[in-house]
């Protein structure tokens, strides 16, 4: 058994700052991950990071990224939070300067930063169009270079507790196959979003949202998993997205007619509408038979010639040509609305602590709130650099003066875990066993389908009875055809599959339950946002027969909820 | 309309056509005592395709007993570099049609396979570790300014996406145990090149380049490295730059 005193799960940007922090307060840190950190979604981030700094306009102020945040947030946000949030990313931003980050730069040498959707300032700092590679590297080279213990390609399957108490994990090497127990003092999850619960998404593929729900299985609640981003334009295929640039510099949205569709839902903005009408306009087309086959609508740039497609969009030039083998200089990109975000996950204070005792959370996993029921973007990475800062100070600032753990739990937990292993190898064998893969799809067509863009109560109910059929159908029926210890992917499928239809469950339960619209959640059947009745947060706490829910007010400080509008 | 889940790409529907191709996969398990060889699978096709899917689709349609790796599907996160008919690439950015009706699939090669298409990346990130691949900040970094010259120097290489295709490829590396590698040398560079470093670090690095046995004068200039580089980043260029500024070095007496 290994021992730490911070454990941190996850190598993504919030796990990474986590650990930072951790070792820099002199903790006994180390880092468990499905993946080579660099491997992390996070990786993925194009556009930029927030903080006021006031390169690119003075007069711009925390205070002001903390009014967007909230107002961006549809009032969902605690604004406490918010404060501390959008004061801090200022000294993240430097900090992450001195480390080695390459940003982008002003002509006299400081960070450059643009306008983003959402912000009344230009206030986002970027690395050209890849700044989540650029600090997830920078803070990667930073823990090698602290001698951070790494644990590469092992994902954990439980969360161990003594009593109350989170006290390690059992994980698998995959390499191995092999069971492994981690203890530690504090286990801070940093496992990121769960974009794959839905059959689109923009995220990685191992955005599964598994350590969202080992943490409650293990008792923490999830908060307002019912809010999920959706982005207008992912590449039809993959999903991969495709940023609002191709429509900033002028690109189109057609359907199966031809029609500028967009004249019919946003005559004056029409293609730069806000995500969320963009999103919803698209999916209206294809739901009323104007789409492609596969529901895609075309995103057509062709009409700014070659020359402009080369000197201002070669990056989405290259996705269209590399990922869907479209030359979008001459064709149009088939584009359709997908997951992008998961607003909600498991329910943190302003330093990362849960409700159970050893037990911290940071990054897409967590839910603080600061994105309320809609995040800005450029507010995401600052979230992993905050709040996991924050969450590797709480946890080894109450690891130092914690006890170590005995073993006997982990014992048994390891049991368990391999008595779930045993059952989806065992079953495996058998002819009527059902796929994971297939049943990970159903799951995911369901969500779409009934959780997604547009939500009423008929769709809601059926999505949360078929979502409890499913998961039965899992830990009655599911087997994996293949038993092999070495890099056995299908089986570390299979057991994720197990968490994240509890995850959708959570998802979809929630959203039955909210009956208005608020930010990216949206009822046809209660079209309008509802202070009196639902200005609070959901909590969602696990049962096997699905979750629980509770709510609790929002914190507002000095802005009071008013209409959203742009 | 059906909606399918996360198939080939999520809500496609396979293969309508009915046309497919071949795709040949290099496999082998540790554990079954056999020796390596080679599968064929038949894998629907459809426009647009990449090789990654059509590995996905085997996956979890016809094999659960492939191993792989996959993470961002968006040639970011290195995970899944191979062989693809012969030559260093991104599963993920790798068109079918962009390589033909049978697509034949292999483990890096120089690199220990773990599992079909897994290799064992370690030796390749130790070389990573040894290029002290990690800013040494200055103690006086308040009000940092970059010049932008200075930015796209470090800019490229910067890019790197640590997916050991370049060092995969590399006859140097390949012969010489102790070669560093192209990968690891672009961030010797990319971080020699940066005054947010703490400038007494400096001509450690330029020590470690001027190694005989690891640093840039084992690099033959194959160029092989750029040739595969998905990102780009041209590291024969980057090692061509190192080698002068350790000459001046030298020259300067700094080293
Ligand atoms: C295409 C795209 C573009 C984006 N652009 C921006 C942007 O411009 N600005 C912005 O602010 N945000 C952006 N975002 C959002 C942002 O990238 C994410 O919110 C953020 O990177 C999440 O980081 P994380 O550290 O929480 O999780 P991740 O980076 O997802 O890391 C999760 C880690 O947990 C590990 N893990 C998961 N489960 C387990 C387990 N069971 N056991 C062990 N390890 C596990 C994984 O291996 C991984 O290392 C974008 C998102 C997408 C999809
Ligand atoms: S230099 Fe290019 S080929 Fe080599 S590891 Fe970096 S991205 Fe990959
Ligand atoms: S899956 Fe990330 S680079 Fe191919």
Redesign the interface.
């Given at each position: 058994m290994e021992r730490h005193g911070v454990l941190v799960v996850g190598g993504g940007l919030a796990g990474l700052r986590a650990a930072v922090e951790a070792k820099l307060s002199g903790a006994d840190v180390a880092v468990l991950s499905l993946v080579y950190p660099m491997r992390s979604h996070s990786v993925a981030a194009q556009g930029g990071i927030n903080a006021a700094l006031g390169n690119a306009d003075p007069t711009d102020s925390w205070e002001r990224h903390a009014f967007d945040t909230i107002k961006g947030a549809d009032y969902l946000a605690d604004q406490d939070a918010v404060e501390e949030y959008a004061r801090d990313a200022i000294e993240r931003v430097l900090e992450l300067d001195r480390w080695g980050v390459p940003f982008s730069r002003t002509e006299d040498g400081r960070i450059a930063q643009r306008p983003f959707g959402g912000a009344a300032f230009p206030r986002t700092c970027y690395a050209a169009d890849h700044t989540g590679h650029a600090v997830m590297h920078t803070l990667y080279q930073q823990s090698l270079r602290l001698g951070i213990t790494f644990y590469d390609e092992r994902v954990a399957l439980k969360l161990v507790k003594e009593g109350e108490r989170v006290v390690g994990v059992v994980a698998m090497n995959l390499r191995t196959g092999e069971l492994e127990s981690y203890a530690a003092r504090a286990v801070v999850m940093a496992t990121g979003g769960a974009g794959r619960i839905y059959a689109r998404t923009t995220n990685s593929h191992h955005s599964t949202g598994f350590g969202m729900a080992l943490a409650y299985w293990a008792g923490a609640p999830l908060e307002d998993m019912e809010f999920i981003q959706f982005h207008p334009t992912t590449l039809y295929g993959t999903n991969i997205l495709i940023s609002e640039a191709a429509r900033g510099e002028g690109g189109v949205l057609l359907n199966n007619r031809g029609e500028r569709f967009m004249a019919r839902y946003a005559p004056e903005k029409m293609e730069l509408a806000p995500r969320d009408i963009v999103a919803r306009s698209i999916y209206r087309e294809v739901l009323e038979g104007r789409g492609f086959e596969g529901e895609y609508v075309h995103l057509d740039i062709t009409g700014l010639g070659e020359d402009r497609i080369m000197e201002r969009l070669p990056q989405i030039w290259e996705l269209a040509l590399k990922f869907a083998g479209v030359d979008a200089r001459y064709e149009p990109i088939p584009v359709q609305p997908g997951h992008h975000y998961t607003m909600g996950g498991i329910d943190t204070d302003k330093h990362g602590r849960t409700e159970v005792p050893g037990l911290y959370a940071a990054g897409e996993c967590a839910c603080v709130s600061v994105h309320g029921a809609n995040r800005l973007g450029g507010n995401s990475l600052l979230e992993c650099v905050v709040f996991g800062k924050r969450a590797g100070e709480s946890a080894s600032s109450d690891a130092a003066s914690a006890s170590d753990p005995p073993s006997g739990p982990f014992e048994e937990a390891e049991r368990e875990v391999e008595a779930w292993i045993g059952r989806l190898v065992e079953r495996g064998g058998e002819e009527r066993a059902e796929n994971p893969y297939h049943l990970r799809a159903e799951m995911q067509r369901v969500m779409w389908e009934k959780v997604g863009i547009f939500r009423d109560e008929e769709g809601l109910s059926a999505a949360v009875a078929e979502l409890k059929s499913i998961r039965k159908r899992y830990w009655e029926g599911a087997g994996v055809r293949s038993g092999g210890k070495t890099f056995n992917v299908a089986l570390y499928d299979a057991l994720a599959t197990g968490g994240m239809i509890d995850v959708a469950l959570a998802v979809a339960s929630g959203a039955l339950a909210r009956r208005e619209s608020r930010g990216a959640h949206y009822r046809t059947d209660y079209p309008r946002r509802d202070d009196e009745n639902w200005l609070k947060h959901t909590l969602a706490r696990f049962t096997p027969d699905g979750p629980v829910l509770e709510y609790r007010p929002v914190v507002i400080t000095r802005w009071p909820p008013r209409e959203r509008k742009y | 309309?059906?909606?399918?889940?996360?198939?080939?790409?999520?809500?496609?529907?396979a293969g309508g056509s009915g046309e497919t191709v071949v795709f040949r996969v290099r496999r082998y398990?540790?554990?079954s005592g056999v020796g390596p060889y080679y599968q064929e699978y038949e894998v629907p096709y459809r426009?647009?395709?990449?090789v990654l899917?059509g590995l996905l689709h085997i996956?979890?349609?016809v094999d659960?007993?492939?191993?792989?790796?996959?993470?961002?599907?968006?040639?970011?996160?290195?995970?899944c570099a191979m062989l693809i008919n012969g030559r260093e690439r991104l599963a993920?950015?790798?068109?079918v049609?962009e390589v033909g009706r049978t697509v034949t699939m292999e483990p890096l090669p120089h690199l220990p396979v773990?599992?079909?298409l897994?290799v064992d990346?370690e030796p390749f990130?130790d070389k990573m570790?040894a290029s002290m691949?990690?800013?040494?900040?200055?103690s006086d970094?308040e009000n940092?300014?970059?010049?932008?010259e200075e930015?796209e120097r470090?800019?490229v290489a910067?890019?790197?996406?640590?997916c050991a295709a370049c060092y995969s490829a590399c006859p140097a590396a390949y012969s010489n145990p102790y070669y560093l590698g192209p990968a690891a040398l672009g961030q010797l560079f990319r971080?020699e090149v940066?005054s947010?470093?703490d400038p007494s670090v400096k001509p450690l690095r330029l020590v470690i380049a001027d190694d005989d046995c690891a640093g840039v004068w084992r690099c033959h200039q194959a160029h092989a490295c750029s040739e595969v580089c998905p990102k780009h980043i041209n590291p024969g260029e980057l090692i061509a730059e190192l080698k002068r500024e350790v000459l001046r070095a030298r020259i300067s007496g700094r080293i």
């Open positions: - | 309309m059906r909606v399918e889940g996360e198939g080939g790409g999520a809500g496609v529907p398990d540790p554990e426009p647009g395709m990449t899917d996956l979890r349609e659960q007993t492939l191993s792989l790796r996959y993470s961002c599907r968006q040639k970011i996160c290195g995970s993920c950015e790798t068109q049609a773990i599992k079909d897994v990346v990130l570790k691949p990690y800013l040494i900040p200055r970094s940092i300014r970059v010049p932008p930015f470090y800019r910067s890019d790197c996406i640590w971080f940066d947010r470093e």
